[in-house]
């Protein structure tokens, strides 16, 4: 699976609007990008995966420059419930979206103040 | 159903000691995943049954490590002989297909003292 890099840490506050960027640089062609979030003491949870573009639910919105090397996940107006450690991962759908040797870095720390 | 449930939420045991963890997956979920994560990392992929089959070991998974899945539902991790460094939590995840997301239990944290 491709090597991801995201900030080890960031703050906000409530309502503002969040954006969590990842590099990937050896993103392969079949790849996709997916960003699961965790909760002290909780497992991950499936965020958002897409390929291109952008794609957006009902929780983030997920942005895909067209060189694929980054992407961004987005937040918008962020509460303290947000507060979490968000996880970056890029592989083949079949991999990074069924957790079949899902590889997680150590993620992005979000901090959301009052 | 309320999803992925492990047991116990919470191990602390002596070095040395056998521990057993169990999984139950979300019914009608074919495919089960162990993980197991340590302060401030992410976690990392431990094993993966699909029913009662394990198709495949991470090489984290030593000889003092067992998983089954008799019936292709539940599932248990057993350490045996239990080190320091196995103190993490370990997670349990189940999909229904290979090709859609994964559902994670809140984890059994380990002590080992």
């Known amino acids: 699976l491709a090597k991801t890099t995201q900030p080890i840490s960031m703050d906000s506050y409530e309502g503002q609007e969040v954006n969590i960027t990842c590099s990937h640089n050896n993103i392969a062609t079949n790849d996709y990008i997916t960003w699961y979030q965790q909760f002290p003491s909780q497992g991950p949870r499936f965020i958002i995966q897409?390929?291109?573009t952008k794609v957006t639910n009902e929780v983030a919105s997920l942005f895909i420059p067209a060189d694929r090397k980054s992407s961004t996940l987005s937040l918008p107006r962020v509460s303290l419930s947000d507060t979490a450690v968000y996880y970056c991962?890029?592989?083949?759908?079949?991999?990074?979206?069924?957790?079949?040797?899902?590889?997680f870095g150590s993620g992005t720390q979000l901090t959301v103040l009052p | 159903d309320t999803g992925v449930s492990q047991d116990p939420r919470h191990k602390i045991t002596k070095r040395g000691q056998n521990v057993t963890f169990r999984c139950d997956p979300i019914s009608e979920h074919n495919r089960l995943y162990w993980y197991r994560q340590t302060l401030g990392q992410g976690p990392e992929f431990l094993t993966y049954?699909?029913?009662?089959?394990?198709?495949?070991k991470s090489r984290l998974l030593s000889d003092r490590f067992s998983a089954e899945r008799p019936k292709g539902s539940f599932s248990t991790l057993e350490i045996q002989r239990t080190e320091q460094g196995d103190s993490a939590m370990y997670l349990c995840?189940?999909?229904?297909?290979?090709?859609?997301?994964?559902?994670f239990g809140q984890g059994t944290r380990l002590t080992v003292v």
């Open positions: 049954f699909q029913n009662e089959a394990q198709l495949e």
């Open positions: 991962l890029v592989g083949d759908r079949v991999s990074s979206g069924s957790a079949r040797q899902l590889t």
């Open positions: 897409g390929y291109k």
């Open positions: 995840a189940s999909s229904r297909r290979d090709r859609e997301e994964a559902f």
